[in-house]
């Protein structure tokens, strides 16, 4: 019998809860054989709040978890198990017409997952907020208070290049993405 993913509707804001809840359930059930992962799928986001860079786990799809269930012979998830999934604190039904399970397809579930593989194994992609055109101020630095207009946003290396009127001449300055905020 085949193993496929399928998408479950959840309380959103309560994903982790659910995973949690409906993986001791199948536990208890004795059926975690037959649904061998619960997943919330997640990407890896640093990002800066009062001046301080956090790393956090983002939800890629907030209102969803991803079942891989082992199908029955007839090719669909098994009545019990349906049943159970269903009847979890949090849960909605599954995604599909009418609310019965539609697989997702096998292409879809291979790039979510190598995504998500590869977040875990790289470092964390800055999240800079800023874009080319925005008006900034310079918080930090030895132009600190002057006013400029963003040119470029290297998130890889964490800078952004920032065009500052200095004596009345244009000049471009690479500062830490940090040393300015947004007017």
Same mark, same amino acid.
Request: no cysteine; charged share 35%; aromatic share 6%.
């Given at each position: 019998?085949? &193993?496929?993913?399928? %998408?479950?509707?959840?309380?959103?804001?309560?994903?982790?809860?659910?995973?949690?809840? #409906?993986? $001791?359930?199948?536990?208890?059930?004795?059926? !975690?054989?037959?649904?061998?992962?619960?997943?919330?799928?997640?990407?890896?986001?640093? +990002?800066?709040?009062?001046?301080? &860079?956090?790393?956090?786990?983002?939800?890629?799809?907030?209102?969803?978890? #991803?079942? !891989?269930?082992?199908?029955?012979?007839? *090719?669909?998830?098994?009545?019990?198990?349906?049943?159970?999934?269903?009847?979890? @604190?949090?849960?909605? =039904?599954?995604?599909?017409?009418?609310?019965?399970?539609?697989?997702?397809d096998a292409? !879809?579930?291979?790039?979510?997952? @190598?995504?998500?593989? $590869? =977040? +875990?194994?790289?470092?964390? /992609?800055?999240?800079? @907020?800023?874009?080319?055109?925005?008006?900034?101020?310079?918080?930090?630095?030895?132009? !600190?208070?002057?006013?400029?207009?963003? =040119?470029? %946003?290297?998130?890889?290396? *964490?800078i952004v290049?920032?065009?500052?009127?200095?004596?009345?001449?244009?000049?471009?300055? +690479?500062?830490?993405?940090? /040393?300015?905020?947004?007017?």
């Amino acid at each position: 019998m085949a &193993k496929r993913w399928y %998408v479950v509707r959840v309380q959103s804001g309560r994903e982790g809860t659910v995973q949690t809840a #409906l993986t $001791r359930r199948l536990k208890t059930e004795g059926r !975690e054989s037959v649904v061998p992962r619960v997943l919330v799928p997640m990407e890896v986001v640093t +990002e800066l709040k009062a001046g301080k &860079k956090r790393t956090r786990k983002k939800k890629l799809y907030p209102g969803y978890v #991803l079942l !891989e269930v082992e199908e029955d012979a007839e *090719g669909k998830v098994p009545r019990d198990v349906w049943f159970l999934v269903r009847e979890t @604190a949090g849960v909605g =039904d599954f995604v599909g017409p009418h609310g019965s399970p539609e697989p997702l397809d096998a292409g !879809e579930v291979d790039r979510l997952l @190598a995504s998500m593989q $590869r =977040d +875990e194994e790289r470092a964390p /992609q800055l999240k800079i @907020a800023l874009k080319p055109g925005d008006s900034v101020k310079i918080k930090e630095g030895p132009l !600190e208070s002057f006013e400029g207009k963003v =040119d470029e %946003v290297i998130p890889a290396k *964490g800078i952004v290049r920032v065009t500052v009127t200095i004596f009345g001449r244009e000049t471009p300055v +690479e500062l830490e993405y940090w /040393q300015v905020e947004s007017i």
